[in-house]
């Protein structure tokens, strides 16, 4: 009867413990997503931190081109379209 108990015991930890490591694992990879879409968007700098720029941006997928005036630094993440970032085809103040 003792090693008959022992291998049921060891036959239930093992996979209690699998499913335990696969719901930890399973929250942890939601927890992670929910906290990407709910990122904290910035808070927009006082008006006279924000940069004067001339950058003209192209959706390389759908062809919408994009001027961007004001910017909160010189060198500004790329606005997006079509799910994806769109390309900086001109600086007009250093081309
Ligand atoms: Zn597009």
Do not use: Q, W
């Not at 694992?25 to 940069?51: H, I, N």
């Not at 062809?63 to 900086?88: A, F, I, W, Y």
Request: hydrophobic share 35%; glycine share 8%.
């Amino acid at each position: 009867m003792l090693p008959d108990a022992t291998v049921g015991t060891v036959d239930l930890v093992f996979p209690v413990g699998l499913s335990l490591l696969f719901i930890y694992v399973v929250y942890r990879v939601g927890l992670k997503l929910m906290l990407g879409f709910s990122r904290p968007v910035p808070l927009p700098p006082p008006p006279g931190e924000l940069r004067k720029v001339r950058l003209t941006y192209m959706c390389t997928l759908c062809g919408t081109e994009v001027r961007m005036t004001r910017s909160p630094n010189s060198t500004p993440e790329g606005p997006k379209c079509c799910m994806e970032e769109m390309e900086l085809i001109r600086d007009h103040d250093n081309d």
